[in-house]
Nanobody, 125 residues
C-alpha cells in the first residue's frame, strides 16, 4: 500500500504561482512512477503530468507544458507540481497518483493504483 497526501492548494490570482506537494508513505516510493491529475466541477478527471521513478523522464498534457513542472525528491518521498502563470481555467481539485510501473509516464487514471484525497486550487480572475 502507498498512502498519498497532497498539500499546497489554495486561492491565487490569475498570473500567480502555486507549488503542490504530494507526500508518500508505505511501500518504497522511489520505485513508483507518479502522476498529477485534476478535476474541475462537472468535468472528467484529466491528466496533468507524470514522472518516472528516477525523475529522468517526464510527460505533460500539451496545453500545460511550459507552465507546469513536475519533479520529485525520493529522499523526501515527495513529488511536486510547480504551477506558474495560473489561469482561471486551472481551477480544479488536483490529485496525485502512484503506479508501480516505475519506468513509465502513464497519462490515464486506470494505470495508477494509488490516489491521494486531492487539494483544491482556485484561480481568480
Amino acid at each position: 500500500q502507498v498512502q498519498l497526501v497532497e498539500s499546497g492548494g489554495g486561492l491565487v490570482q490569475a498570473g500567480g504561482s502555486l507549488r503542490l506537494s504530494c507526500a508518500a508513505s508505505g511501500r518504497t516510493f522511489s520505485g513508483y512512477a507518479m502522476g498529477w491529475f485534476r478535476q474541475a466541477p462537472g468535468k472528467e478527471r484529466e491528466f496533468v503530468a507524470s514522472i518516472t521513478w528516477s525523475g529522468g523522464s517526464t510527460y505533460y498534457a500539451g496545453p500545460l507544458k511550459g507552465r507546469f513542472t513536475i519533479s520529485r525528491d525520493n529522499a523526501k518521498n515527495t513529488v511536486y507540481l510547480q504551477m506558474n502563470s495560473l489561469k482561471p481555467e486551472d481551477t480544479a481539485v488536483y490529485y496525485c497518483a502512484a503506479t508501480p510501473k516505475g519506468y513509465m509516464t502513464p497519462i490515464t487514471p486506470p494505470w495508477y493504483d494509488y490516489w491521494g484525497q486531492g487539494t483544491q486550487v482556485t484561480v481568480s480572475s
